[in-house]
Every structure is written in structure tokens, then in C-alpha cells.
Nanobody
Framework: QVQLVESGGGLVQPGGSLRLACAAS????????MGWYRQAPGKQRELVAT???????NYADSVKGRFTISRDNAKNTVYLQMNSLKPEDTAVYYC?????WGQGTLVTVSS
């Protein structure tokens, strides 16, 4: 069974950058579509970005041009590079594949 563990969250100033990582256990990682979601306080969880096994990507309009999702199948890891961060990007970020979710990592964008 695949397990997901996120890392890389923290406090960053507006305009700054962070890179999140999601390490997946299991030998089937390379065939999985992976995604990043986020949930801000008082709001529903929303899609941020996805990446297929073939490397095709999809982004929410709110992060296009600022965030980049990538994967390293040799390391069973998916990344989310977040640049030009805004206060409205503050949320708990979750890694996902199918019905599986990681525990989440908090990103706070504040001066």
C-alpha cells in the first residue's frame, strides 16, 4: 500500500519561494498520477496541481505561472515548487493519489 509523507512547509514572506516534497512508499509510484491540494482556514480543499505518470501537468488558474509540479520516479517523490508566493497561498498543502492523502504540511505566507 502506498503511503505519502509531505515536507517543506513553513513561513515565508510574500514574494518568496518554497519547495514542497511528497515521498511515496511502494513500487508502483511511477505509474500513479500525483496531485497537490490545499485547504485554507474556513475553506474547502482545492486542487493545486497534478502530474501524470507521463509527466503531463495541470494547474489551478490561481497558481499558473507561479507553481511547478514535478516528479522524480527514481526517488518516489513529487515536488511542488512555489514561487512569487502570496498571502492567499496560505494553507495546509496535501499530497494525493487516488483515495490516499498525506498528513499535510502548513505553508504560511506573511510579512
Amino acid at each position: 500500500q502506498v503511503q505519502l509523507v509531505e515536507s517543506g512547509g513553513g513561513l515565508v514572506q510574500p514574494g518568496g519561494s518554497l519547495r514542497l516534497a511528497c515521498a511515496a512508499s511502494g513500487s508502483i509510484f511511477r505509474i500513479l498520477t500525483m496531485g497537490w491540494y490545499r485547504q485554507a482556514p474556513g475553506k474547502q480543499r482545492e486542487l493545486v496541481a497534478t502530474i501524470t505518470s507521463g509527466g503531463n501537468t495541470n494547474y489551478a488558474d490561481s497558481v499558473k505561472g507561479r507553481f511547478t509540479i514535478s516528479r522524480d520516479n527514481a526517488k518516489n517523490t513529487v515536488y511542488l515548487q512555489m514561487n512569487s508566493l502570496k498571502p492567499e497561498d496560505t494553507a495546509v498543502y496535501y499530497c494525493n493519489t487516488g483515495k490516499l492523502w498525506g498528513q499535510g504540511t502548513l505553508v504560511t505566507v506573511s510579512s
